[in-house]
């Protein structure tokens, strides 16, 4: 079963409440199940990783953090 959200991936959202109040960005994914959008650089946030294969030095990333859907209003 799909829910119908107001933002989709690809959007321009402005988030209008809570600590990230003011930031603009764009969707990088939609949880409609959660409830929850993740914005690009509205919410980073920083997560310690193992070394792999990928990562050889393991370390410190940031990566953006997910919202609730009800604090971003859609731009435009």
């Keep these: 079963m799909r829910i119908k ?15 990230h109040k003011g930031k603009r960005g764009t969707v990088l994914s939609v949880n409609a199940a959660k409830g929850q959008v993740v914005v690009e650089g509205a919410r980073v946030m920083k997560k310690a990783i193992r070394k792999s294969e990928q990562n050889p ?6 990566q953006d953090g997910p919202i609730a859907i009800s604090n971003v209003k859609k731009i435009s």
């Design 5 to 19: 959200t107001h933002v989709r991936k690809g959007d321009e959202v402005e988030v209008v409440a809570g600590n």
């Design 57 to 62: 030095d393991g370390g410190i990333i940031e």
